[in-house]
């Protein structure tokens, strides 16, 4: 390790107790809130949705808590601390434009969808919006494997920096942390998940921000992050980097192609994820003050954390610690985020960033979990096996739920198969690139079929599956990360319209339904009002 | 071949799509307002 540069410190007694009580203190929340949450719902659908009256506030927290993994949180600053400028400027700054579309696009219909369809799932709305049962249950089984790829790598970067940061073995963490996720899952159904997520994002969006500004103004400004990085390697400062390879995860890095793949990909899985859209099924009718408040409350928690994030946090971090990090063959750049809290906040601010990380990884899984096993419970058990009753399915969302956070946590103290760790690579892209036509451009085009969309999730499934072998799988890889990108949002484009073209649309009746005619076009046809 | 880098390029291009993205996303809100307003 150099000396020139900052070490990993040893675990203090400060740093074990802070990181503690955090973290306590947060599963405590987790499970008042749950509890509250528990005389809020009152049958099956309320179990799944609540009252549909969460306001803005809550939903807009929400939204961030459930996009703010803990990827994003610090897999992300890890990324520009070992690549450096180039690892994830354009991307990390597409990602706030990537959030804000989804409310844009996606808040409103998916809320009054919900409701004409009666509807409690995203699942659910498709298949009612589609007038097909058989395309539900594609649906749902589509969303429940990649979600399931999705979350098997949530606890990972928790686990694995609670480890290196305490000394701690995170299997007593990780186990209370998922017990605890059971409890307000399941005692709090929908509404208590919502709240959870909200006050987590809240939360690491108060800490993400901090840190970012602290760092900006520790390092002393942009040029001397600049001066500094020249001197170790120019090529941190570049924001395309061509001597790395241009084929695998990396041409996202290197080429114009993989970095014009990285604005595609974070808005596609903005829009896309099931688990931020299901964040408005459960709100109000928003008025226009509402809906302005909803966007400013993500602009402000997600925005400059993110962007910061991936940009100067990676860079300040790599301005203290060279490479110190990168020799830690275990954790490497996963550490670059806590370690800079650590070394310019001390012990704690790294307990404030850890107690954070903690709650990103577990709101994100709750998200995932909850989505996992209504699609399971709802989405294929309801659909055709109806005189199910309530209190069967309830029980049996209490058992889904057990076992799919359970196996994230198995999965990151056990090295998960190698197949599996292939197909959770482009989980996230496949999701994002299937549902952002599937869900959201069904909002819009009464055209779509459900051929149409089937088509699509058959595609993306199939892909995605296939990318991840041929960036990650095979070596040397067959193809970039950004050209696998490129070719699944086409092909899903292709997919979607081509099949919807060419086959039958719903009924009239339920397109007019879902689609009724503007005031303008009403006003031109005045015989549209009476009917 | 090694690269010349000038790293006032890379805070200039940071900053460019930084402050397009935000013009976006105020015009884009500021449009999606009025339309709701209209319906």
Known sequence: MSGQFLNIPTPTSGMVIGSVIGTACLLIVAVALGLIAKRRWKSYDEFLVGKRDFGPWVTGFALCGAYLSGWAFCGSTGMVYKFGFSGMWFGGIWGLVGI??????????????????????????????????????IIAISMLFFLFMYSVGQLKAAGGVWYAVTGLRPFWCLLICIAIAWVFLAVGGYTGTQWFIAVKGAFIGFVGGLLSIWALIYAGGLGKISDALMAQKPALMTLMDRSLPPVGVTEVFSTYIGIMATPIIFLTMAIGFPHNVSRFLGMKKLSNRDFAILIGVVFVVVGIPNMLDCSSNGLVARMLFGTNLLENKQWGADLAAPMLSWAIGGTGLMCLYLTALVGAALGTLSALVFIMSANVTRDIVKLWRPQTSDQSLIGMNYFLIALFLFLPFYWTLQNPPQLLVLFMGLAAMGLGSIFFFVTVISYYWRGATKVGAMLTVIFGTVFALFGGWAVMGRKPPLLGLGTTEWILITGCAITYFGGSLLTKAPSAKLLDKLFPPKKAEMAIKPGLVGE | MEQVVDPNVAWIGWALVLAFNLLLTVIGTWLILRRRREE
Not at chain 1, 107 to 122: G, P, S, V
């Open chain 1, 100 to 137: 804000i579309p989804a409310i844009w696009l996606a808040a409103t219909k998916t809320r009054d969808f919900a409701e004409k369809l009666n509807a409690t799932t995203i699942t659910e709305t498709l298949g009612r919006r589609f007038e097909s049962k058989g395309l539900q249950t």
